[in-house]
């Protein structure tokens, strides 16, 4: 979907493209059906519309900014409520019309396994890149900065913890300021949650997941497994956080700390089942989550080591091996592959990659979209400099606002900041 998306935005202002489509070639890979383009592989749904949604309002930036692939899943809607739903061969055939119809690109039914040319390049690739393409990035850029498995624990929305039920506090109490946020159970409660786990349907492991589990990564389900105790000495250890029987902690997801990771919670738990039971949590009874655990098969590069904040390969925080005369003048990355996950975000990051590339080849300045849109936020958590770097959904949570808003206040915020900054750049 980013590469179709950056297609026809590069089209629609001038430039000749060439869009290679390996699935037209080989056909199915291990999670796609069809050779088709922008092909659906997970659900069908591109989540809300309402304004009042994160997913809504960052749709209504797209469409303001013209989006073809947003254009062509409402043409493909399918009753849904008040989210964008579409049927998924329509979608494709509609997004496949828009490609072939238009007379400055050239769809070429094959695999790209060669990136170190001197035309202008974008990859956008997915979450199953090829093992050829994959290795000419690893080429690239080293291979400490590809990944290939997916370790995610659960991130929280601040607003929702409980915080009569948690503490401030470092391990130890070392350092001079809490980084973390302490949710602690009594013994009755963490033998509920171990049980629950222990008992707790996990999602499915596709064929190519399999045995790619390793020993300092588990799921927090499998650790359960392994002993009733077994959490209490992992990631629920409260040695150091006083006289608790357990402890979760909570990380500070982004600098304003208003979303939290759930330290060591990787699991492959269905996505309700992972709500019902952290929600056994005190502190976590009413916690709303802005992205859910998950381990799956899924290639992406370290976006904050290798891009700037127009999507262009670039290393401000480290050099690469590769020397730069063998890389592609200029080099841009869009989609699942940078870490924007989901639809609507891969569609977005293939705009901003598309619109960061023209403005360059037609020798423009860099024009960032402005502070308080969903869009730059959503470059910002996938390009500002990070310990421990992991796909991330758009949320609320990704926007700047003043901290001093009430909870009802605050979409209301986001909602003005997003329209009348975005019409003021457009």
Known sequence: MAGCEAALQLACRGFEIDLYEMRKGTGKTQAHKTGDLAELVCSNSFKGTQLASAHGLLKNELKMLGSFLLQAAEKARVPAGESLSVDRALFSKEVERLITESKKITLHPKECTELATQA???????????????????????????????????????????????????????????????????????????????????????????????????????????????????????????????????????????????VGFQTRLKWNTQKEIFRLVPALKNAEFARLGSMHRNTFIKSPKLLDNSLKLATPHSPLPTPHSLLPTPLYFAGQITGAEGYTEAIATGWYAAWNMANSLQNKAFEPLPHGTCIRALIEAITSPKEDFQPMNFNFGLLPRPENLRKSEKKLFLIEQSQKNLIIFI
Not at 211 to 221: R, S, W
């Open 120 to 262: 202008p390049t974008l990859v956008a690739a997915g979450p199953l890149c090829s093992e050829a393409l994959a290795a000419q990035i690893k080429e690239l850029t080293g291979g400490e900065f590809l990944r290939f498995f997916d370790a995610i624990a659960p991130v929280i929305d601040s607003d929702s913890i409980d915080y009569s039920q948690a503490f401030a506090m470092n391990r130890r109490e070392k350092g001079e300021t809490a980084d973390f946020i302490n949710c602690p159970l009594d013994k009755e409660t963490y033998l509920e949650f171990v049980k629950r786990l222990q008992e707790a349907d996990s999602v499915e492991e596709k064929p190519f997941e399999k045995k790619e589990l390793f020993e300092g990564c588990l799921p927090i389900e499998e650790m359960a497994r392994r002993g009733t105790d077994t959490l209490r000495f992992g990631p629920m250890r409260p040695v150091g956080l006083g006289k608790h029987y357990a402890i979760i902690q909570l990380r500070a997801e982004n600098a304003q700390k208003t979303l939290y990771n759930m």
